[in-house]
């Protein structure tokens, strides 16, 4: 078999150190729950993305900016030490490096908080930089300032490069900017955002799936369902690919893991559905491990997962 040269990605996104903290249940209003660990843990919308295409393989490029702090410095060796390419992405001095605060609890269930801090002044040079070479695919996610995923997902389009859109988290996006999606994957709640409709069944998701392709023409509309797997909806046609049965002990970057485990197996072979089969692995794998990116699966451990092999 003939060795396929990995796919050039560039994602352009958000850079987090996540504060993690285990607990039972989280608080309600007014009340103090004790937690039982706490970890300091790389993460951020953008860069799980980056660092889960480069473990199965992509060759990747991250466009973004962290703080001229300790945590930058770490998350920019992190992604180095993860093979993404960290040459456009801008320390800063003016802002602290993003942070998520992430209660995690008995169930596996997370709740974000972010300050955003330097995420937030991604800018438009920044992305003419990174856009002077070439790519198969484009990332973007909504944890940067709109702005700029608009001016970044036009410039592609002017240069016939396809975009991916995880449309996360759940902003209030004008997707008729956004027209010529090459896919474009919400989760549940994030597609109830956009299209008013509660996308939890199969039936709603579809209803859900049909008003997004309208609005952003995406060749793939692609909702997560969590343990329910994913619907892909395809011109007309949709497919719900069941999920891989796992216990879920942290639901951190499985989203994240799953659209860039799609991106980079649709790049590799176009069949989507296969694409898609395939990411619901990677995010099983990724909800029974604990953290953003400690949890994201290497190829060769997806490939002993899908044979049943212990990894
Ligand atoms: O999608 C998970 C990510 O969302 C976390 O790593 C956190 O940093 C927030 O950006």
């Known amino acids: 078999?003939?060795?396929?040269?990995?796919?050039?990605?560039?994602?352009?996104?958000?850079?987090?150190?996540?504060?993690?903290?285990?607990?039972?249940?989280?608080?309600?209003?007014?009340?103090?729950?004790?937690?039982?660990?706490?970890?300091?843990?790389?993460?951020?919308?953008?860069?799980?993305?980056?660092?889960?295409?480069?473990?199965?393989?992509?060759?990747?490029?991250?466009?973004g900016r962290v703080g001229s702090d300790s945590n930058g410095k770490i998350l920019l060796e992190n992604l180095a030490d993860n093979k993404v390419n960290t040459s456009y992405?801008?320390?800063?001095?003016?802002?602290?490096?993003?942070?998520?605060?992430?209660?995690?609890?008995?169930?596996?269930?997370?709740?974000i908080m972010v300050f955003p801090g330097s995420n937030y002044l991604v800018s438009r040079e920044d992305v003419d930089r990174a856009m002077q070479k070439s790519y198969d695919a484009i990332m973007l996610q909504l944890e940067i300032p709109l702005d700029i995923v608009y001016y970044a997902f036009e410039k592609a389009k002017a240069k016939g490069i396809p975009?991916?859109?995880?449309?996360?988290?759940a902003v209030e996006v004008d997707l008729s900017r956004l027209k010529g999606l090459y896919i474009l994957s919400p989760?549940?709640?994030?597609?109830?955002?956009?299209?008013?409709?509660?996308?939890?069944?199969?039936?709603?998701?579809?209803k859900a799936a049909e008003i997004l392709r309208d609005s952003s023409s995406a060749d793939y509309v692609i909702i997560k369902m969590g343990d329910k797997g994913a619907l892909l909806y395809d011109k007309?046609?949709?497919?719900?690919?069941?999920?891989?049965?796992?216990?879920?002990?942290?639901?951190?970057?499985?989203?994240?893991?799953?659209?860039?485990?799609?991106?980079?197996?649709?790049?590799?072979?176009?069949?989507?559905?296969?694409?898609?089969?395939?990411a619901n692995a990677v995010g099983a794998i990724c909800v029974s491990r604990r953290g953003a990116q400690p949890s994201l699966p290497t190829e060769e451990e997806v490939r002993k997962f899908l044979k049943g092999e212990s990894i």
């Open 163 to 169: 975009v991916v859109l995880d449309a996360a988290p």
């Open 89 to 111: 992405i801008t320390v800063d001095d003016s802002s602290q490096t993003g942070l998520a605060v992430i209660p995690v609890d008995s169930e596996g269930q997370n709740r």
């Open 1 to 63: 078999m003939i060795e396929q040269k990995p796919k050039r990605i560039l994602v352009i996104g958000s850079i987090n150190m996540d504060l993690v903290l285990t607990l039972d249940r989280a608080p309600e209003a007014g009340e103090t729950v004790l937690g039982e660990s706490y970890a300091y843990i790389p993460g951020g919308k953008g860069a799980n993305q980056a660092v889960a295409a480069a473990r199965l393989n992509g060759e990747v490029f991250f466009c």
């Open 187 to 206: 989760n549940e709640y994030e597609a109830s955002k956009l299209t008013g409709i509660k996308a939890d069944s199969v039936e709603n998701a579809l």
């Open 236 to 278: 007309g046609h949709y497919d719900m690919i069941p999920s891989y049965p796992v216990k879920a002990v942290d639901t951190t970057s499985a989203g994240d893991s799953f659209t860039a485990a799609v991106t980079v197996k649709a790049l590799e072979h176009g069949n989507i559905a296969e694409a898609v089969r395939y």
